[in-house]
């Protein structure tokens, strides 16, 4: 009782990063808080076949299965009655989702059915006590809920120490992703999927599904090149191609240099683009707003280029380089040519 939870979201018969994310940290949570750590999988019988062997690796005590062709592809209200009429049964003390388009549609769903809070859109999930100095009381082991918020200007720890669950949604890449044990085997518990889900909860079905996959795959690169605003113009962006051509990285970018044009959106890196960590970043041009270093700062190696010494970014930098992209970065290309022959 008063476990801490984690709705997984399976895509083809294979658990979604930002789910195997949220195991890693509800791991981590669940032993801070000597709870258990449980998952919930719903999906046609194909989908959830290989789920176990996935699943507890990453140190899950208990895995609820719920099984039903009709689970998959995910609609709405089936996975909302598999969770809201489980969690009055089970009555858990913190509930994990991705900050998906699904956990974007489900959370707030059942937090609304359960009456409890949900903070989305998390940057970081830990455990602590909160003193409510007005009322006297002292509320023990909460989930503080961090997130930026006043657009960016402030972190926030948000608590909800009086309703149940406590519900979170985190960003895909935000966590990072850590087997627990190869070898850890928990307990599986079978459903009967007509006990939570009413025959009117499948009035939607999906006839047809079109996926498009990204070309563009900055989250596992190994490399970022990342271009700011500071990188001038569309045309100058090319010499970031090139620079990442021949280190046989990936070119990312800051909103400004996306809402500039310079650049595509699904390069965006931060707080409302992608979270990455490569083992080096190069941020040209960039001056390192928090929105920005929400989703980089966990790179190995930073290196900064810019032509304002004290841009904020350097702060966090490995290297810095001052001077101006235009005369910076053809060097590198033109060495990094030299030297890879
Ligand atoms: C809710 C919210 C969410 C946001 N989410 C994100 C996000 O996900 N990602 C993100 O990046 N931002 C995000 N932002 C925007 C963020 O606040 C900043 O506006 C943005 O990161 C600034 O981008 P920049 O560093 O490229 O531009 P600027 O801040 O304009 O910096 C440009 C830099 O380039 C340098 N420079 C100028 N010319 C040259 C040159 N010739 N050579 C070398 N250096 C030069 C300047 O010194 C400066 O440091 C968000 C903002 C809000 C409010």
Not at 27 to 56: N, T
Not at 322 to 335: F, H, L, R
Request: aromatic share 8%; net charge negative.
């Amino acid at each position: 009782m008063n476990n801490l939870f984690v709705y997984l979201e399976i895509e083809d018969g294979v658990v979604a990063d930002v789910s195997q994310e949220l195991l890693t940290k509800g791991r981590s949570l669940a032993g801070q808080l000597d709870c258990k750590l449980e998952a919930i999988a719903a999906g046609s019988v194909a989908d959830l076949e290989k789920i176990e062997g996935q699943v507890f690796p990453y140190g899950v005590d208990v895995l609820h299965l719920f099984k039903d062709d009709r689970l998959s592809p995910y609609t709405t209200l089936p996975h909302t009655s598999i969770l809201t009429e489980l969690f009055k049964k089970e009555q858990p003390q913190i509930c994990l989702m991705g900050a998906t388009i699904i956990g974007r549609d489900l959370g707030p769903r059942v937090s609304s059915l359960l009456g409890s809070g949900l903070t989305a859109d998390c940057t970081s999930l830990e455990i602590g006590d909160h003193e409510d100095r007005k009322a006297g009381k002292t509320y023990k082991n909460l989930l503080y809920q961090i997130r930026p918020a006043f657009g960016g200007n402030i972190v926030a720890w948000i608590i909800n120490p009086d309703c149940r669950p406590q519900m979170a949604t985190v960003r895909e890449g935000v966590m990072k992703k850590e087997i627990f044990d190869p070898y850890y085997k928990g307990e599986t518990v079978e459903h009967n999927v007509a006990d939570y889900v009413k025959e009117e909860d499948f009035v939607v079905s999906i006839i047809d599904r079109h996926i498009e996959k990204s070309k563009v795959n900055i989250k596992n690169s190994p490399i970022i090149v990342s271009g700011g605003y500071g990188v001038g113009s569309k045309e100058n962006f090319q010499l970031l191609y090139q620079l990442a051509d021949v280190l046989g990285a990936e070119v990312g970018a800051s909103r400004a240099a996306v809402d500039a044009g310079f650049t595509e959106h699904e390069r965006q890196v931060g707080q409302t683009g992608i979270t990455v960590r490569p083992k080096v970043y190069i941020a040209c041009g960039i001056s390192g707003q928090i929105q920005h270093i929400a989703g980089m700062q966990d790179s190995s190696i930073i290196i900064s280029i810019n032509n304002d010494p004290n841009a904020p970014i350097n702060s966090i930098a490995d290297y810095v380089i001052t001077g101006e992209i235009e005369k910076v970065i053809p060097k590198m290309i033109k060495y990094y040519k030299k030297n890879s022959k």
